[in-house]
C-alpha cells in the first residue's frame, strides 16, 4: 500500500518521510488520489492490488462438491464461511473443511476431498463468504503506475483543460499495469 508519506514524497511536498507529520494540510486529498490511483488499476486489470478484505454473498452453496469461483484475484486466504442451515439456524464452516485453490485466474473454493457442502435455507443471501484478498505487497512495477497516477490526479485536479495540449507520457500508466491485466472474453 502506498502511504501518505510516499505520496507526498512522490508530489514534492515534502524532501523526506520524517516532515510527512509536519505536512498535514492535504492529507484528505491526497488519501482520496491514493484511493482513487488503486480503483483505476484494479477496474484496468481487474486485480487487486492491496490487501483488504472483501465480502461475497450466495443464494446457496452449489451443489454437492461444486466450486465456488471467487471473483477476486489474488486470495489471500478466506476467513470464514458463514451460512443460514435449513433450520434457520445460523452456521460457520471450519476452515479445515474448506479447500481453497488459488491456482487459477480466478481462485475457486470447495469443500474437502470426499465431503460435499452443507444444506441452506432456501432463501437469497444464506451463504456469506470472506476473503482476504490482494497480495501482501503492491508489485513494483504497479506501485510506479500508481505513484503516476497520483502526480496527475494532483496536478490536473479539473475535468478538463482549457488552453492547454496535452499528451500521454510514453512507457506511463498503460505500460505498466499491462502486465497485469486480465483480459475479459466474449
Do not use: C
Not at 480503483?39 to 486485480?47: L, N, P, S, V
Not at 443464494?59 to 433450520?87: C, E, K, N
Not at 437469497?124 to 503492491?138: H, I, K, N, R, W
Amino acid at each position: 500500500m502506498i502511504t501518505l508519506a510516499e505520496a507526498k514524497l512522490h508530489l514534492r511536498l515534502i524532501t523526506s518521510p520524517d516532515e510527512a507529520e509536519s505536512y498535514t494540510a492535504e492529507d484528505g486529498l491526497i488519501q482520496a488520489l491514493i484511493d482513487a490511483a488503486y480503483r483505476h488499476a484494479e477496474e484496468r486489470t481487474r486485480q487487486v492490488f492491496q490487501q483488504v478484505e472483501r465480502t461475497l454473498a450466495l443464494d446457496g452453496f452449489p451443489a454437492g462438491d461444486g466450486a465456488i469461483a471467487l471473483p477476486w484475484t489474488p486470495v489471500a486466504s478466506v476467513d470464514s464461511v458463514d451460512y443460514i442451515d435449513p433450520a434457520g439456524t445460523n452456521q460457520s464452516l471450519d476452515a479445515n473443511a474448506l479447500r481453497l485453490d488459488a491456482r487459477p485466474l480466478y481462485p475457486t473454493l470447495a469443500p474437502q476431498w470426499g465431503s460435499e457442502w452443507p444444506s441452506t435455507i432456501d432463501e437469497p443471501e444464506s451463504v456469506t463468504l470472506t476473503a482476504t484478498t490482494g497480495p501482501d505487497t503492491t508489485p513494483p512495477d504497479v506501485r510506479a503506475a500508481l505513484l503516476l497516477l497520483i502526480g496527475h490526479f494532483y496536478e490536473n485536479r479539473e475535468a478538463v483543460a482549457i488552453g492547454t495540449i496535452a499528451t500521454d507520457i510514453p512507457l506511463g500508466v498503460e505500460m505498466l499495469l499491462a502486465p497485469h491485466i486480465i483480459h475479459a472474453v466474449g
